[in-house]
């Protein structure tokens, strides 16, 4: 399968605090995207980071990309309550037009 | 605000009857996906449309069908559902199919009983 595994599975810290969660692949890609989900919603992009980037800032979110092991992280510094959802990566492949998602992380923050 | 919206949000149907599930966009874009979404689980792509191209995934069950009329309109049809086929189902549109992110619509969450 070329699906994306991430780790944590979950994740619970306190308001505040930064959240780091991680994305492995298996094979080559084209682009790695982040997406979150608040329960029972629709998922929202977050970034898009390309494969001969490095890193990609949005706010507070920092993505870094390490295509030579085949992982990506998603931090988000100083988390707020509202920061609470599943956080998903996605892959396209070289050959393969589909986005792959990964197993997400659940993230939760404390008040 | 340009958006994807699914209708209905919530939809109850029986064993083997019928539903159809339907998604529109205010984006122009290209291309729409449907995805299926079962609790705690990655969102699994079903088919997709680029323009008026069906693109079926490979382990899509027959029993999934769908309909593209416009640019604007998609529709899900699921011919006979069963216990199994409960589920998310999320709609979503891309200006293309590599390198673009996609806008998600809020989902239809079916139930069959």
């Known amino acids: 399968s070329q699906q994306g595994e991430e780790d944590p599975q979950a994740l619970s810290i306190q308001e505040g605090e930064n959240a780091t969660m991680n994305c492995s692949y298996k094979?080559?890609?084209?682009?790695l995207q982040w997406y979150r989900q608040n329960s029972g919603r629709g998922l929202v992009h977050l970034i898009l980071?390309?494969?001969?980037?490095r890193e990609k800032h949005s706010g507070r979110l920092r993505v870094t990309l390490d295509t030579s092991k085949k992982s990506s992280s998603l931090l988000i510094t100083a988390s707020r309550a509202a920061d609470t959802a599943s956080y998903f990566c996605a892959t396209d492949f070289f050959g393969n037009e589909k986005l792959t998602f990964g197993t997400g992380t659940r993230l939760t923050i404390i008040p | 605000d340009a958006m994807v919206i699914q209708n209905p949000r919530y939809q109850v149907t029986q064993f083997g009857k019928p539903v159809t599930l339907s998604c529109s966009q205010t984006?122009?874009?290209?291309?729409m996906y449907w995805y299926q979404q079962k609790s705690s689980q990655a969102p699994k792509l079903l088919f997709h449309?680029?323009?008026?191209?069906?693109?079926n995934e490979a382990d899509t069950p027959d029993n999934f069908q769908s309909r593209r009329p416009n640019t604007s309109f998609c529709f899900l049809d699921i011919r006979s559902p069963g216990l199994g086929d409960a589920a998310m189902y999320l709609c979503?549109?891309?200006?293309?199919?590599?390198?673009?992110?996609?806008?998600f619509g809020p989902g239809t969450r079916l139930t069959v009983t």
């Open positions: 980071i390309r494969s001969n980037e």
């Open positions: 984006l122009n874009h290209n291309v």
């Open positions: 449309y680029y323009d008026k191209d069906f693109n």
């Open positions: 094979t080559s890609i084209n682009n």
């Open positions: 979503a549109t891309s200006r293309g199919t590599v390198s673009y992110e996609q806008y």
